[in-house]
């Protein structure tokens, strides 16, 4: 049975896992806080979960799920991660992150950046476009006319397919937004991210189409 290490507990983590275990995998979760903070979510996703450091959980991954907000100084465990498909969550919001100066200026993605310190990684965005509770409830069967698609972008092929089963399996459509330099076209303002209450497949490659670059300095 497949593991996914998952390296953040909030809102889009949790999800992700309860999605994963409904199609049969196994996960093991990770925090800032530490496993001991993790048992309540763990008695409620079973026994295909386990909680664990963020080391562990990376380790234990056939591939991983980053949950957590890029930092220009990277947090995540480089060693444990080598060799893994990386699936970033994560979206540059200035709110939050604050400035970045190589995403403002055009310089880098955040997925491009996430690749720079996770150089023995092949990194994949996953679960970008999405609000975590539709994770486990908006999923259709293929060939629905309403299917929800989700972007992906990457620099490995292989990485861009594991995301598509993946998203398959949960009841998703995707659209391959490749490579990482691209995947500005779906960032926070851009059309793709504006729309992304629902957008089927067709819709969102016409989203993407129709981005336009927004260089902040």
Request: charged fraction near 20%; charge should be positive; glycine fraction near 6%.
């Amino acid at each position: 049975m497949t593991t996914i290490g998952i390296i953040g507990a909030g809102e889009i983590g949790s999800q992700v896992a309860r999605a994963a275990i409904k199609v049969g995998y196994k996960v093991v979760v990770a925090n800032s806080r530490g496993p001991e903070t993790l048992g309540a979510l763990i008695a409620e996703l079973g026994p295909s979960a386990r909680a664990a450091t963020a080391a562990a959980a990376a380790a234990a991954g056939d591939f991983v799920v980053i949950a957590v907000p890029l930092k220009l100084v990277n947090d995540m465990p480089v060693k444990e991660l080598a060799g893994k498909i990386v699936l970033d969550t994560n979206n540059y919001m200035i709110w939050r992150d604050g400035h970045f100066p190589t995403i403002d200026s055009g310089r880098q993605t955040v997925l491009e950046l996430r690749q720079e310190q996770l150089p023995t990684s092949k990194v994949v965005q996953a679960f970008t476009h999405i609000q975590a509770p539709r994770i486990t409830t908006a999923g259709l069967p293929a060939h629905d006319p309403r299917r929800l698609a989700l972007p992906t972008s990457s620099n490995y092929p292989d990485a861009v397919e594991l995301v598509t089963r993946l998203f398959d399996q949960l009841g998703f459509d995707t659209v391959n937004n490749s490579p990482l330099s691209e995947s500005w076209r779906t960032a926070p303002g851009q059309p793709a991210w504006r729309a992304l209450q629902h957008q089927t497949r067709r819709e969102l490659i016409a989203n993407i189409e129709r981005a336009q670059r927004i260089i902040l300095a």
